[in-house]
């Protein structure tokens, strides 16, 4: 029975070669992108619900990009809180902000995607960037950066949204490496030809994308998902860019609270379920050999089989993995997550685990 699990444990093993050296290396050690400026036209959409505070900060930094052509579509999806005044106040202030009011439709109630749809319908321009009202831009030159990967083919942008650090926070640390690796797999698999997801936080698409598939209505029904499962939709090799030089992220405050963020990765995940074929695919490949990795490794060196080989290819599968993640995290700007990295890998791991049965039994939560 140990020599199976011997040689179980190599096959996991070159597995996880062929994804970390292979498919994410496509992104690791590529050259970063240049960034070629265009002239177009760019709608900016922000939806909100209940965000007041967030709203008064951080849409002053959209205001102010340093771009020629761009007007802010600012969504208020019936907020309770003062929202909507602040978004009026904004509209008054600025003349290139426009409002979009969001009543309570019983059929769409507590659907962004109802809420984006209108927003998407009543912006003028082609081409749309969207982030999330508790997100700010890295930098002045965020259109600039992300609009200039936009050609007369590449129609879909796929921009990477961080989250901010906070000293000496552990879960910081945590929440920032999978949002890292997760950019890293739906960038180095859109390099692979084969993209799949994108995150609303820092996402761009020109709008006849949008409309020549009736926008969300394939999956109106699943409230979550209208960056996921959207770009899962649309997105080709043909079609799809990517942005990640740091002038082009969005950053965001992270959850300070384990249950916080474990709830909203429960809402995250379940969305993958509704993905192509071959990308629920190989997302379980991924995340099955993580896992067995661990529990074959534990099994063998509790045993002692062949411990000397068993530790070498444990090094070794430690080796490729810390050089692929730490050229990504160089990219990203995330260097400070990787001298944690077999701790966090371990933890993230079983919190996975531990999200997708719970999610057996019961359904996350969605839009506030």
Same mark, same amino acid.
């Given at each position: 029975m140990l020599t199976i699990t011997f040689y179980a444990f190599i096959v996991i093993v070159a597995i996880q070669l062929v994804y970390y050296l292979f498919i994410f290396g496509k992104f690791a050690f590529a050259k970063v992108p240049k960034s070629n400026p265009k002239r177009i036209s760019v709608s900016v959409i922000v939806c909100a619900k209940n965000e007041g505070e967030n709203v008064a900060?951080? $849409?002053?930094?959209?205001?102010?990009?340093?771009y020629s052509d761009f007007e802010i579509i600012l969504i208020d999806d019936a907020s309770s809180d003062n929202t909507l005044d602040i978004f009026e106040e904004f509209e008054k202030q600025y003349s290139n902000i426009r409002l979009v009011k969001v009543k309570n439709n019983e059929a769409f109630w507590g659907n962004k995607k109802y809420a984006l749809t209108l927003g998407i319908k009543a912006s003028k321009k082609d081409y749309l960037i969207f982030t999330d009202a508790d997100c700010y831009p890295a930098s002045k030159d965020w259109i600039t950066t992300m609009s200039s990967q936009f050609t007369m083919h590449k129609t879909i942008v796929l921009g990477y949204g961080a989250y901010e650090k906070v000293a000496n926070s552990f879960l910081n640390k945590i929440i920032r490496f999978e949002t890292m690796l997760t950019a890293i797999q739906y960038f180095s698999w859109a390099k692979a030809g084969r993209p799949y997801m994108g995150i609303g936080r820092n996402l761009a698409y020109k709008k006849d994308e949008f409309f020549n598939v009736n926008g969300f209505i394939s999956? &109106?029904?699943?409230?979550?998902?209208?960056?996921?499962?959207?770009? /899962?939709?649309?997105?080709?090799?043909? /079609?799809?860019?990517? *942005?990640?030089?740091?002038? *082009?992220?969005?950053? *965001?405050?992270?959850?300070?609270?384990?249950?916080? !963020?474990?709830?909203? =990765?429960?809402?995250? @995940?379940?969305?993958?379920?509704?993905y192509k074929p071959f990308d629920k695919i190989q997302l379980a490949v991924f995340y099955v050999s993580q896992l067995l990795f661990v529990i074959l490794a534990t099994i063998?060196?509790?045993?002692?089989?062949?411990?000397?080989?068993?530790?070498?290819? @444990?090094?070794?599968?430690?080796?490729?993995? !810390?050089?692929?993640?730490?050229?990504?995290?160089?990219?990203?700007?995330?260097?400070?997550?990787?001298?944690?990295?077999? &701790?966090?890998? $371990?933890?993230? $791991?079983?919190?996975?685990? /531990?999200?997708? $049965?719970?999610? &057996?039994? *019961? =359904?996350?939560?969605? !839009?506030?």
């Open positions: 900060k951080y $849409i002053p930094l959209l205001v102010e990009q340093d999956h &109106i029904q699943v409230r979550s998902g209208d960056d996921d499962l959207f770009i /899962n939709q649309v997105a080709k090799s043909k /079609n799809t860019a990517l *942005s990640y030089l740091p002038e *082009s992220f969005t950053y *965001s405050q992270p959850k300070t609270k384990f249950k916080d !963020w474990f709830t909203q =990765k429960r809402r995250h @995940v379940s969305t993958a379920n509704l063998l060196l509790a045993f002692q089989f062949q411990w000397i080989v068993v530790l070498g290819v @444990v090094g070794f599968r430690y080796l490729f993995t !810390w050089i692929t993640l730490g050229f990504s995290a160089g990219k990203l700007k995330e260097k400070d997550v990787m001298y944690w990295f077999p &701790i966090i890998e $371990i933890v993230l $791991i079983f919190t996975q685990l /531990n999200v997708f $049965i719970t999610n &057996i039994f *019961s =359904k996350p939560v969605y !839009w506030k």
